[in-house]
């Protein structure tokens, strides 16, 4: 049986890793850690926040609760990274973990349960809830960097007032 849905899943999950890849690379470890005012949260807490709720939810997926004891989440949000390196390896190992958890799952697994915070979810359940709170953050670094970077930022998809040569070109390619 083929695994449309995990894929499709996967697929999803690469998008939005992707979109903050790019941010990543327009900004650096200033940038990462600029905040606008002291009750918001930098680029760099925001990884270490989605990290921590990765390997969280991730490690032991569908044998453990998905609030691990070992998680301090009111840590995640105190920065600690020294790096821009120390960040995306961080942000790597997070993504590993996640797509270690998904990647083995069969479309007949989204049935099964499993327990964050001790609430039953059905893996289904479990992965959308993910597909939500990831994307959220993902869409605050994307911001940030947009605000720091300004006129030199590079859009990660299609730059504003380019949308009909994006899709007459799109066309075309299909075309032929």
């Known amino acids: 049986m083929e695994n449309t849905i995990i894929s499709g899943i996967i697929k999803q999950f690469e998008y939005y890793k992707t979109a903050a890849d790019k941010t990543f690379d327009q900004l650096s470890f200033d940038d990462i850690n600029w905040q606008p005012n002291d009750t918001s949260n930098s680029i760099s807490i925001i990884v270490k926040h989605m990290v921590g709720n990765m390997l969280s939810r991730w490690t032991n997926f569908l044998t453990e609760d998905g609030e691990k004891d070992w998680r301090h989440r009111e840590q995640e949000f105190v920065a600690t990274y020294t790096t821009k390196n120390d960040v995306l390896q ?31 979810h059905t893996v289904a359940e479990a992965i959308f809830r993910q597909l939500g709170h990831y994307p959220y953050h993902i869409g605050q670094i994307a911001y940030i960097g947009k605000l720091l970077k300004e006129n030199h930022w590079k859009s990660l998809s299609i730059p504003k007032g380019q949308s009909e040569a994006f899709n007459k070109e799109k066309f075309n390619k299909n075309r032929n």
Do not use: H, M, T
């Open 90 to 120: 961080a942000w790597e190992k997070g993504w590993n973990c996640l797509f270690d958890a998904i990647q083995p799952l069969k479309d007949s697994d989204l049935e099964r349960v499993v327990y964050i915070r001790n609430e039953k």
